[in-house]
Structures are given as structure tokens and as C-alpha cells.
């Protein structure tokens, strides 16, 4: 049974236009989402995560949005470029704890 | 240069045979943590590790064992690999669990025939 369901696996973007990758989630008790991004041949690196408590945070480019009653959270990406182009991660865990359940990734491409 | 080395980095063996990933970090980080990547099922955590003589379990520890004795090194055995263990490996570490900047290592690529 997949915790954190992750959508779409693959995404081709315009260079310029807004990347969306979406997220759910089933347990409840889940209060931390971090996003992470891996280029190939590399680590995956954290970045960016929210709380419940907000339902939206942005960084530079990169917006979360969260919408708690329907267990889902969304990760925008405006403006997207072709150095965009990697894997995305949704993952969730618990406060307190530091078991992390990963989305199945989206492979995003940015074309020129 | 902080960092998390893994070795090998490459490694094809036979079911059976027991082996170790070794994961060193040089940060004096307190959580370290192995994860697996298979292509269609993404990244999973394996086991994770909070400080000296402090592990616990991820979504798949099975088939899998951990240790850590000292708070740099971090090794991932596998008792009797099987072929479904056959997957890509990272290492991470940072400074205070999920929250903070996780470094990872440059990954171990396993075959297990």
C-alpha cells in the first residue's frame, strides 16, 4: 500500500511555463513534507518543505501548497528551466520522528 | 571537504553471500540514514539512525541489517542478499534528521545474480 501517492511519473515543461507535481497522502498523523530533487547520478537534496499549519510556502521559485482536509499538497514550479530538469520527490514523516515515506518521484524535463 | 563516503561503489555478487556498504561521514552529523532506489518505485528508506547505538527501522528494512558504533560510520550488511535486493543504495547524513540538510553519498549501485 503506497503511503504518499505521487503524480504525474513524467512531466515535460516549456522553458518559461509552470511545472506542477501533485501529492496525497492516507496517514494522517503525517505533519512534515519535504520536497527533494535529484539530478542524475546524484543524491537526492532537500528542497523545500512544509508543516500543516500553513497551507502555502514559497521559496524563490519554488511554491508548496497544502490542503490539509484533502491530504494533498502540490509542488509548483514558475517560470521552470531547462537546469530544472530532475527527478522530484514528494515525501511525508511525523514530527518527531525520522521515518521519511517517499512519493514514487516525477521525472521532470524542461525544453527550451 | 565534509562528506559521506559510501564503498563500494559498484558491486555484483551471488545470493548468499553476505556483504557490508560501508557509509562514513566526516561531519560529526547525528542522524544517518541508507535508502534504496528502484526505477518505478522511487526512493525508500531502509533504516535509520539517530546517534551512537540509536537505529530504527524505514519503510523496508527487510532483509537488511544496520549498526552504528561510532557516530561517523553507518554500514548497511546484508546477510544473505537476494536478487530483489538488487538496487541502487545512498547513504545520508545530516546534521539533526529530516529537517536539515541532508549530504549524501555518491550512491552504491548492487547486482545480486
Known amino acids: 500500500q503506497q503511503q504518499v501517492k505521487q503524480s504525474p511519473q513524467s512531466l515535460i515543461v516549456q522553458k518559461g511555463g509552470i511545472s506542477i507535481i501533485n501529492c496525497a497522502y492516507e496517514?494522517?498523523?503525517?505533519?512534515?513534507f519535504p520536497w527533494y530533487q535529484q539530478f542524475p547520478g546524484k543524491g537526492p537534496a532537500l528542497l523545500i518543505a512544509?508543516?500543516?499549519?500553513?497551507s502555502e510556502k514559497k521559496e524563490g521559485r519554488f511554491t508548496i501548497s497544502f490542503n490539509k482536509s484533502a491530504k494533498q499538497f502540490s509542488l509548483h514550479i514558475m517560470d521552470s528551466q531547462p537546469g530544472d530538469s530532475a527527478t522530484y520527490y514528494c515525501?511525508?514523516?511525523?514530527?518527531?520522528?525520522?521515518?521519511?515515506?517517499f512519493g514514487i518521484g516525477t521525472k521532470l524535463q524542461v525544453i527550451p | 571537504e565534509a562528506q559521506v563516503t559510501q564503498n563500494p561503489r559498484y558491486l555484483i555478487t551471488v545470493t548468499g553471500k553476505k556483504l557490508t556498504v560501508t557509509c562514513s561521514q566526516n561531519?560529526?552529523?547525528?542522524?544517518m540514514s541508507w535508502y534504496r532506489q528502484d526505477p518505478g518505485l522511487g526512493l525508500r528508506q531502509i533504516y535509520y539512525?539517530?546517534?551512537?547505538?540509536?537505529?530504527d527501522k524505514g519503510d523496508v528494512p527487510e532483509g537488511y541489517k544496520v549498526s552504528r558504533k561510532e557516530k561517523r560510520n553507518f554500514p548497511l550488511i546484508l546477510e544473505s542478499p537476494s536478487p530483489n535486493q538488487t538496487s541502487l543504495y545512498f547513504c545520508?547524513?545530516?546534521?539533526?534528521?529530516?529537517?536539515?540538510?541532508?549530504?549524501f553519498g555518491q550512491g552504491t549501485r548492487l547486482t545480486v545474480v
Open positions: 496517514n494522517t498523523a503525517f505533519d512534515y
Open positions: 545520508a547524513s545530516s546534521i539533526q534528521g529530516l529537517e536539515a540538510e541532508a549530504f
Open positions: 512544509i508543516r500543516p499549519d500553513v
Open positions: 561531519m560529526n552529523h547525528e542522524y
Open positions: 515525501a511525508a514523516s511525523r514530527r518527531g520522528y525520522q521515518k521519511v515515506t
Open positions: 539512525s539517530m546517534n551512537v547505538e540509536v537505529t
